[in-house]
C-alpha cells in the first residue's frame, strides 16, 4: 500500500501552504485517479510519493516502508515510480534501449536481468523494436510512453503519473493510455494525477485535490453525476459561464463579414524545409485560407500535418517558398498586424514586470502606449493594480498564461492565430480563454485557432477546417460547408484543394 | 511539426571505416592529429593527405561534404596563405625567410633557385617560399579538419560517446568521476538539440512581438538577445531541475552502476586500431 499520512507540505518561501493534512492510500493494484484545478498541489503530492521531496509534517509510507528514511530510500524509490508532465526532461539516455535501462543500471543490476526488463518494459508500452532510435526523433506520445518504460524497468509496485497526456496530441493521449491500461493488467497499483474528467470513469477510486486540501475521495460515479460539487472542486465551470455549446461537430453559422474590414488572405501557399537538400521536406503543399474580420476558424490536424508552418506563415514571421500572403485591401502582413499565440505562451516572458512584459511589443512597434497595460490586463482577468508590477516568474502557471495572451493583445492586432491555446490549463483557464476569443471575435477580430480537441473547440467556431499532410480541407458538414463558407461572403474558404473530408 | 534540430552529421553507411570500433577510431585519428603536428616537411604531411583521401574512398563519403566543413574557416585559410606570402619589405632583409623557415622546422623541397621576394608595387611583394609555407599551413589545417569530419562522418554521435566514455572507464581508479561525466555526455546529445530548438521557439515568437534582431548596431544587437537568453534560461533551469528528478526517481547516483552494454573486442579491431595508431605515431616522430 502507497499511504499519504496527514502531509502538510509548504515550499520555503511560499505564503501558502501547498498542501495541507492530506491522507489517502493506493491500494496494490488499484486505479486511483486524482483530480485537481492548476495551482492545487497535485505535482508536490507526485514529488512526495517518492521522497523527491519530504513533507514538513505527516509521512508518506510505501509497502510498510518510511519513504523519509535514508536506509530505505533505495527500495521506496524502486517500488514507486514518478513519471512527470513533459517527456523531454525526463528521457536521460541517447537511445531509447539506454534510457530503458537507465534505471536498472543505477540498481547495480546484472546485464541479463537489465536486458530481460528492458525487453519487457518496451513491450508493455509498445515501443519494441524502437530501441536503437534517438529519443529526440520520437513523437511526443513515444517519448512519454518511453519515460513509462524507464520507471517500469525498477520493476515498481506502484506508479505515480502526473498529468502523463497533457502535453501530447490526441494521437500521444490515447498511445498514452493505452500503456497506462498496461500497466493496469499487470497489476501496479497507479495514481493517476489530471485534471481531465474524461479520465476518471473507470477509476477504483477518485480523490480530489483542491487548493492543497483533499476534498473528496471516493467511487467516481458519486462525483461525476454531481455537478454542483465538480463545481464547487472547480473541476468544471458553470454552464452560465461559457458559450453553450451546440449539437457536437458542427460548427455554429456565421453572419455575413462586414465588407469593409479587410481580410487576411494566403493564397496557395507552399513551404518546404531545407529544400534543395535530399532529407527536404514539404510541409505545405499549397494551402488556401481566408480569415474575415469577425470570423472564428478552427485548423485542426496530426501532429506534422504543418499546422505550425501554417501558423507562421500566416503571421508573416516565415516567408512561404511559393504562393502569397497579404490582406485583401492590398496591404502586407508585418509583424504585429497578425497576433500569434504560440502553444505554451509563457515561455517567452521575460520583462522585470508584467506590465515591462505586455509593452514589449507596442515599443517595439512604437504605438502609444498609454493604457494599454491596463487594458490588456483587464480583457484577460487580471487586475491591473495587482498584477501591473509583478515578475512574470512569481506568477502560477494560468496567470502566466493569461500575461503572454495579454502580450500579444497589446499590439491591437485585426487578427489573432492561436496555436493550443488551452493546453494544459484546468476548467477555468480553459472557460476564460474561450470567453475572451468570443469577446474577440464579437469585437471584430478575425480569429484562427489551431486544435487537436476537437471536441471542445468546433462547436464554437464558425469553420472547421483540416489540415492534411499540407494541404487544408473543409472539415464535415459535407460539400455544403464548403460553399457556404464560400457563398457567406468568403468568410473562409479553403478552395484550391476541396477534397471535402468525409465526403469524397 | 518542428523538424528535430540535425546533430552530428552522421552519415550512415557499412563501409569498413564505419564498422571500426569507435574507439580505435579515436585512437587513430588522435595519433593522425599527432602526426600532422609533429611531422617536418613535405613527405609526411603529403603522406598523410594520400592516406586520409585513401580513407575517404574506402568510407564512399562524398569529398563534396568534407569540402562542406571548410566554408566556415574559408577566410582563416586565406588569410593564412596570404599572411605568409605577401611581404612589405620586398627587395630587403634576405636572410630572414629562410631563418624563418628553419625555425619552423619545415624544411622547403629544392626548387632551385627561387628568389627571396618578388617586388609588386615599391616595397610590397610576394615571396615564393612564403607561399610554399603558406600552402603547408593550409594544407594542415584542412586534413585537420577532414579527419575529424571522417570520424563523425563514420560513426554516431552515440557510438561516439559510448567510446569517450569507454576510453575514459580506466581513469575511475585515479577517482575521476567517470560515471557522472558519462551521464553528462549523453544528457548533453539529448539537450543541445533541444536547447537549440527551444531557442529558436522562443526568437520567433518574440519576432511575433516585432522584435528585431539583425538591426543596429553591436550594442543595440546584443540587447536585442535579452529577451530570447532571459526566458532561454529559466527554462533551462526549470528543466533542469525536472530532470535531477527524473534521475533521483530512477536512483540515479553515479555509482555502483551496472552497464547493459558491453564493449566485445574484435581482434581485427585491435589489430588495425593499434597498427594504425603506431604507424601515425611513427610517421610523426620520424618524417
Ligand atoms: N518550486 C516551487 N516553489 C515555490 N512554490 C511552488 C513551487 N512549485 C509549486 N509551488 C506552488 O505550490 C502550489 C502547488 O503547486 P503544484 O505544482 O503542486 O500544483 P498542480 O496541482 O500540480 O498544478 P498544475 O495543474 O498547474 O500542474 C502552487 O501554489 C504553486 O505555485
Ligand atoms: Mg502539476
Known amino acids: 500500500m502507497l499511504s499519504f499520512q496527514e502531509i502538510g507540505f509548504r515550499y520555503t518561501g511560499a505564503e501558502e501552504p501547498a498542501l495541507v493534512d492530506v491522507s489517502f492510500a493506493v491500494e496494490p493494484g488499484a486505479y486511483v485517479v486524482l483530480l485537481g484545478a492548476n495551482g492545487s498541489g497535485k505535482s508536490t503530492l507526485a514529488r512526495l510519493a517518492n521522497a523527491l521531496l519530504l513533507p514538513d509534517t505527516g509521512h508518506v509510507e510505501v509497502d510498510g516502508l518510511r519513504a523519509d528514511e535514508r536506509a530505505t530510500l533505495r527500495t521506496v524509490r524502486g517500488l514507486v515510480g514518478v513519471v512527470a508532465q513533459d517527456p523531454d526532461n525526463q528521457i536521460i539516455s541517447a537511445t531509447v534501449l539506454d534510457d530503458a535501462a537507465f534505471g536498472p543500471e543505477n540498481l547495480g543490476l546484472p546485464r541479463d536481468e537489465i536486458t530481460r526488463r528492458c525487453a519487457e518494459a518496451l513491450a508493455t508500452v509498445g515501443l519494441l523494436g524502437f530501441e536503437e532510435r534517438d529519443p529526440n526523433t520520437l513523437s511526443g506520445g513515444e517519448k512519454q510512453r518511453l519515460v513509462i518504460a524507464g520507471v517500469l524497468a525498477m520493476d515498481p509496485s506502484y506508479l505515480v503519473l502526473d498529468e502523463p497526456t497533457s502535453m501530447l496530441d490526441s494521437e500521444g493521449r490515447a498511445e498514452v493510455l493505452a500503456a497506462i491500461n498496461a500497466l493496469r493488467a499487470r497489476g501496479h497499483g497507479i495514481l493517476h494525477i489530471t485534471h481531465d474528467l474524461d479520465y476518471a470513469h473507470d477509476a477504483d477510486k477518485l480523490l480530489v485535490l483542491q487548493a492543497g486540501r483533499l476534498v473528496f475521495e471516493g467511487a467516481p460515479d458519486t462525483l461525476l453525476q454531481d455537478e454542483e460539487k465538480l463545481i464547487a472542486y472547480a473541476l468544471q465551470v458553470g454552464s452560465g459561464d461559457v458559450t453553450p455549446r451546440q449539437s457536437p461537430c458542427q460548427p455554429r453559422p456565421l453572419a455575413p463579414p462586414d465588407p469593409s474590414l479587410p481580410s487576411l488572405l494566403l493564397r496557395d501557399v507552399a513551404y518546404t524545409y531545407s529544400a534543395g537538400a535530399s532529407f527536404a521536406h514539404d510541409a505545405l503543399k499549397g494551402a488556401d485560407l481566408t480569415v474575415a474580420a469577425g470570423s472564428y476558424t478552427l485548423i485542426s490536424g496530426h501532429t506534422g500535418s504543418g499546422k505550425s508552418t501554417l501558423l507562421r506563415i500566416a503571421a508573416g514571421l516565415l516567408v512561404p517558398t511559393s504562393g502569397t500572403t497579404g490582406f485583401s485591401d492590398g496591404s502586407a502582413v508585418t509583424p504585429g498586424t497578425v497576433g500569434i499565440v504560440f502553444q505554451h505562451p509563457e515561455v517567452q516572458l521575460f520583462a522585470q514586470t508584467v506590465g515591462e512584459d505586455i509593452l514589449f511589443g507596442p515599443r517595439n512597434l512604437k504605438m502609444d502606449t498609454t493604457g494599454i497595460v491596463d487594458s490588456v490586463l483587464a480583457a484577460v482577468g487580471l487586475e491591473p493594480r495587482r498584477f501591473a508590477q509583478r515578475s512574470p516568474f512569481t506568477l502560477s502557471g494560468g496567470e502566466m498564461r493569461r500575461v503572454a495572451i495579454a502580450s500579444i493583445l497589446a499590439m491591437r492586432s485585426r487578427f489573432l492565430l492561436l496555436d493550443e491555446p488551452t493546453a494544459g490549463l484546468d476548467a477555468q483557464g480553459r472557460a476564460f480563454v474561450h470567453r475572451l476569443i468570443d469577446e474577440l471575435v464579437r469585437q471584430g477580430t478575425g480569429v484562427v485557432v489551431v486544435s487537436h480537441d476537437l471536441s471542445e473547440f468546433v462547436s464554437r467556431a464558425h469553420v472547421h477546417l483540416l489540415l492534411q499532410k499540407g494541404r487544408l480541407y473543409v472539415a464535415g458538414g459535407g460539400a455544403g460547408a464548403g460553399s457556404t463558407a464560400k457563398a457567406g461572403g468568403s468568410a473562409v474558404s479553403a478552395t484550391g484543394h476541396l477534397h471535402v473530408a468525409g465526403g469524397a | ?287
Open chain 2, 1 to 287: 511539426m518542428a523538424l528535430a534540430v540535425p546533430f552530428g552529421q552522421y552519415v550512415p553507411g557499412t563501409s569498413a571505416v564505419h564498422r571500426l570500433d569507435a574507439r580505435f577510431k579515436l585512437l587513430i585519428v588522435t595519433s593522425f592529429v599527432f602526426a600532422l603536428f609533429m611531422v617536418d616537411g613535405w613527405t609526411g604531411l603529403l603522406l598523410c593527405a594520400v592516406l586520409l583521401l585513401g580513407a575517404y574512398l574506402l568510407a564512399r563519403i562524398p569529398l563534396k561534404l568534407a569540402l562542406r566543413g571548410f566554408k566556415p574557416i574559408l577566410v582563416i585559410l586565406i588569410f593564412t596563405f596570404l599572411a605568409n606570402t605577401l611581404t612589405l619589405s620586398a627587395g630587403g632583409d634576405a636572410g630572414a625567410l629562410t631563418s624563418d623557415l628553419a625555425a619552423t622546422g619545415l624544411v622547403a623541397p629544392n626548387f632551385g633557385a627561387l628568389p627571396d621576394s618578388i617586388a609588386l608595387i615599391g616595397s610590397f611583394g610576394i615571396k615564393p617560399l612564403g607561399a610554399l609555407r603558406g600552402l603547408y599551413f593550409v594544407l594542415r589545417i584542412l586534413l585537420l579538419i577532414s579527419i575529424t569530419s571522417l570520424l563523425t562522418f563514420t560513426s554516431s554521435v552515440v557510438a561516439l560517446s559510448d567510446a569517450l566514455t569507454a576510453l575514459m572507464r580506466p581513469l575511475a581508479v585515479l577517482r575521476v568521476p567517470t560515471e557522472d561525466i558519462a551521464t553528462m555526455f549523453s544528457i548533453a546529445l539529448r539537450f543541445i538539440p533541444l536547447t537549440a530548438e527551444e531557442a529558436e521557439k522562443i526568437m520567433v515568437a518574440q519576432s511575433a512581438r516585432a522584435a528585431v534582431f539583425d538591426k543596429g548596431g553591436l550594442i543595440k544587437r546584443a540587447r536585442a538577445w535579452v529577451p530570447v537568453m532571459i526566458p532561454l534560461f529559466v527554462n533551462l533551469f526549470r528543466r533542469a531541475d525536472e530532470l535531477a528528478a527524473a534521475m533521483e526517481t530512477r536512483c540515479y547516483t553515479g555509482r555502483g552502476r551496472t552497464h547493459l552494454k558491453v564493449y566485445v573486442l574484435k581482434v581485427s579491431d585491435l589489430v588495425i586500431g593499434c597498427c594504425g595508431a603506431l604507424f601515425f605515431v611513427a610517421a610523426g616522430i620520424f618524417l
